[in-house]
């Protein structure tokens, strides 16, 4: 039987329960201390007192519901995010990726689309976008909706500008988007050859015959188990001799089946698939 350790951990289980068996999303499995933070403050932005208040309305309103997709997601990202990452990815996977005919990319937990569109950039610039297919996958609607549609503030211009510069890359990031009002738009060129889908890394099953997987800064917000479990999920759906890339405070460390990786950058957390066989065959 399960102890709680007092009354809002018992409301707080409860209400996951009722989320995962009424709408089919599981965030049992997300750490306590980040989830219970976002649930109170979805609580105070809807003036709704109590969780059990909240678990009660929750299952009869869908619009509640989505609001709280919305905001108990993490969902901050900006383009060429740690522009050192992608100047890594630029020197030790690009030059792979250029021996196949056609490369198939899963952007897992990619929020409203900014580090995609900076993957995309990268790969043009490789002379790589015509032949690649970027699945760009999140578990929240509203967010895939913006990133699909490629439309951005320009208040955060500058600092992408910076960013694209400091990864590498030639030209102008202003090349990739036409400029509006107060917003840029990406290019269709860029778009059209990413996938945006919505994907649930607790409950979905594999993308398979992957060359690269990126799922950056998501995984910290998973408890040890369900770490374990996704990461199982992305060997899965890894080619041998594919690339996983993960956050700057994510590893490998810990993951049963660590021994099929081979760190190629462990500093900016590059992993390459190196053998099919691992303790993970025995979960």
């Given at each position: 039987m399960l102890k709680y350790q007092n009354d809002e951990d018992y409301d707080i289980h409860a209400l996951l329960e009722v989320i995962y068996l009424k709408w089919g999303y599981?965030?049992?499995?997300?750490?306590?201390?980040?989830?219970?933070?976002?649930?109170?403050?979805?609580?105070?932005?809807?003036?709704?007192?109590?969780?059990?208040?909240?678990?009660?309305?929750?299952?009869?309103?869908?619009?509640?519901?989505?609001?709280?997709?919305?905001?108990?997601?993490?969902n901050v990202t900006e383009m060429f995010r740690d522009p050192s990452f992608y100047r890594s990815v630029k020197k030790h996977i690009v030059p792979q990726l250029e021996t196949y005919p056609h490369i198939k990319i899963w952007h897992a937990g990619c929020a409203t689309g900014e580090e995609v569109y900076s993957l995309a950039m990268l790969l043009d610039q490789a002379g790589l976008l015509d032949r690649a297919t970027i699945y760009a996958t999140d578990i929240n609607r509203s967010v895939l909706d913006r990133a699909k549609k490629g439309i951005y503030s320009d208040s955060h211009l500058s600092q992408y500008q910076q960013n694209f510069k400091d990864a590498g890359l030639n030209g102008d990031l202003l090349d990739y988007f036409e400029k509006g009002y107060d917003h840029v738009i990406v290019d269709s060129r860029l778009r059209k050859n990413i996938v945006f889908t919505e994907h649930d890394l607790v409950i979905d099953h594999v993308f398979g015959e992957m060359q690269l997987i990126f799922c950056r800064n998501v995984l910290i917000y998973f408890t040890r188990e369900l770490q374990d479990k996704v990461i199982g999920l992305f060997t899965e759906s890894l080619d041998f001799g594919g690339y996983l890339c993960l956050g700057i405070k994510e590893s490998l460390d810990f993951f049963d089946g660590r021994a099929m990786f081979t760190a190629v950058d462990a500093d900016h957390r590059l992993f390459q698939k190196t053998s099919n066989k691992g303790s993970s065959d025995k979960r």
């Open positions: 599981d965030f049992r499995g997300y750490s306590k201390a980040s989830l219970t933070r976002r649930i109170f403050f979805f609580l105070q932005e809807e003036r709704i007192d109590r969780i059990p208040d909240l678990q009660f309305r929750i299952v009869r309103d869908r619009g509640l519901f989505s609001r709280f997709i919305k905001d108990v997601t993490v």
